[in-house]
Structure formats: C-alpha cells, structure tokens
Nanobody, 119 residues
C-alpha cells in the first residue's frame, strides 16, 4: 500500500517561491521514479518534473526548466519540488506520483496540494 502525501502549497506573490514535499510510505521508495504534475480546471494534467532513483537523473518541462528543481531524500522517503520565480500561470494543484522500476505509467499518486500565484 503505497501512499504519497503532498504538502507545502499555498498562496504566493508572483516572483516568490514555495517548496513542496511529497512523503512516500509503503513500497520501495528507492526504486521509484518520482514525478510532479499539475492540473488546473478545464486543462489536462501536465508533466512538471521527475527524478530517477539512485542516479538522480532529472527531467523538466520547458515551462519550468530553470525555475523549478526537484530532489529526493532517500533517508526521509521524500521528494521535493522547489518552485522559484513563480508566475500566475503556475497556479494549479500539484501532484506527486511514483513510477515503479519497469513501469510505463505513474502508478501511485498523491492527493495534490494547491499552489496559487497572485499577480
């Protein structure tokens, strides 16, 4: 029973920063690629960032590259998303997700945390 719980969302002024956390329990965190996605009403869920286990390879969407950074702490079973230079278009519910070692899709998802960026 893998559970993912996001936290750290909130309201921030444009240009500000937030740090999101995703605590993972159950399963084997060290074997999962961890991803971040976001969704706004009326829009498809979009990929934001991901980080692989062990070698910590990262991927970012073009819209966040250079502003957001994802990292993970194997000792805490937690993945982070540092959001810098936030823009109103970054407003969304942010979800973390886990992909198993040979999985094609992200199998486990958190409940989401709201990020609102005011102008």
């Amino acid at each position: 029973q893998v559970q993912l719980v996001e936290s750290g969302g909130g309201v921030v002024q444009a240009g500000g920063s937030l740090k999101l956390s995703c605590a993972v329990s159950g399963g084997t965190f060290q074997t999962y690629r961890m991803g971040w996605f976001r969704q706004t009403p009326g829009k498809e869920r979009e990929f934001v960032a991901s980080i692989s286990p062990v070698y910590l390879n990262t991927d970012y969407s073009d819209s966040v590259r250079g502003r957001f950074t994802t990292s993970r702490d194997a000792f805490k079973n937690t993945v982070y998303l540092q959001l810098n230079d936030l823009k109103p278009d970054d407003t969304a519910v942010y979800f973390c997700a886990a992909k198993t070692m040979y999985g094609v899709n992200y199998e486990y998802w958190g409940q989401g945390t709201q990020v609102t960026v005011s102008s």
